[in-house]
T-cell receptor
Framework: GNSVTQMEGPVTLSEEAFLTINCTYTATGYPSLFWYVQYPGEGLQLLLKATKADDKGSNKGFEATYRKETTSFHLEKGSVQVSDSAVYFCALSQGGSEKLVFGKGTKLTVNP | GAVVSQHPSRVICKSGTSVKIECRSLDFQATTMFWYRQFPKQSLMLMATSNEGSKATYEQGVEKDKFLINHASLTLSTLTVTSAHPEDSSFYIC????????????FGSGTRLTVV
C-alpha cells in the first residue's frame, strides 16, 4: 500500500538557519505530493504541493521538488524564522478525491 | 476561498454521553469529506471518508456504530461520538476535497474532545 516516511524530529534550529526535512514515499503510479503545516491546537494548512515528477512546489520561502527517481519530496527553506515553529507533515494522494496518506510529522522549533 | 468551518473547537463531556462535531464548507460544495483523529504528538489517523448522500466508508478498526458520520448535504458533515469514554478523548479534524483549478484538500481547525 501507499506510505510516507518522513524524518523524525524534533528539529531545533536557530533563526536564519537552513532547514531540510526529508520525506520519501511508496506508491504506485504518480501520486500527488503535499506538505502541510500544523500550528499548536489548530488544523492543517497546505504549505505546498506538486502533482508530477520534477515539479517544484513553493510557498512562503519553503520549497520541495517531486523526485520520481528517488521517490522523495524533501522540504527546504533557506532561512527559517521563529514563526516557522510548527509540525510539518508530508502526505500523498493518488489523485482526485482519494484520501491523503500522511507521514508521522516533524516538529520544528526555531529559537531566536 | 475553500474554507471549512469546524465546531466546536473544544468540548468536554461526561462519560456515556454523545457529542456531535460539525464541519461546514463555507464557500464551496464538499462532495467528499474526511474525518481524522490525532493523538498527542502523533500523525493523523483517517477514520472515515464520507460522500454526500451515501454511507461513510470507515477505515479498518474504526467502530462505525461509535463514530457516526452523516454527510446529508454538500455543505455539512457531522461526526457523532456516541457513548463517549475517556479513551475517546482526542483531537478530531475534518477535511474536504476541493475540486477545480486549485484542487486539493482543506482542513477544519479541529475539535479537542475531552471525556471525563
Amino acid at each position: 500500500g501507499n506510505s510516507v516516511t518522513q524524518m523524525e524530529g524534533p528539529v531545533t534550529l536557530s533563526e536564519e538557519a537552513f532547514l531540510t526535512i526529508n520525506c520519501t514515499y511508496t506508491a504506485t503510479g504518480y501520486p500527488s505530493l503535499f506538505w502541510y503545516v500544523q500550528y499548536p491546537g489548530e488544523g492543517l494548512q497546505l504549505l505546498l504541493k506538486a502533482t508530477k515528477a520534477d515539479d517544484k512546489g513553493s510557498n512562503k520561502g519553503f520549497e520541495a521538488t517531486y523526485r520520481k527517481e528517488t521517490t522523495s519530496f524533501h522540504l527546504e527553506k533557506g532561512s527559517v524564522q521563529v514563526s516557522d515553529s510548527a509540525v510539518y507533515f508530508c502526505a500523498l494522494s493518488q489523485g482526485g478525491s482519494e484520501k491523503l496518506v500522511f507521514g508521522k510529522g516533524t516538529k520544528l522549533t526555531v529559537n531566536p | 476561498g475553500a474554507v471549512v468551518s469546524q465546531h466546536p473547537s473544544r468540548v468536554i463531556c461526561k462519560s456515556g454521553t454523545s457529542v456531535k462535531i460539525e464541519c461546514r464548507s463555507l464557500d464551496f460544495q464538499a462532495t467528499t469529506m474526511f474525518w481524522y483523529r490525532q493523538f498527542p504528538k502523533q500523525s493523523l489517523m483517517l477514520m472515515a471518508t464520507s460522500n454526500e448522500g451515501s454511507k461513510a466508508t470507515y477505515e479498518q478498526g474504526v467502530e462505525k456504530d461509535k463514530f457516526l458520520i452523516n454527510h446529508a448535504s454538500l455543505t455539512l458533515s457531522t461526526l457523532t461520538v456516541t457513548s463517549a469514554h475517556p479513551e475517546d478523548s482526542s483531537f478530531y479534524i475534518c477535511s474536504a476535497w476541493v475540486g477545480g483549478l486549485n484542487y486539493g484538500y482543506t482542513f477544519g481547525s479541529g475539535t479537542r474532545l475531552t471525556v471525563v
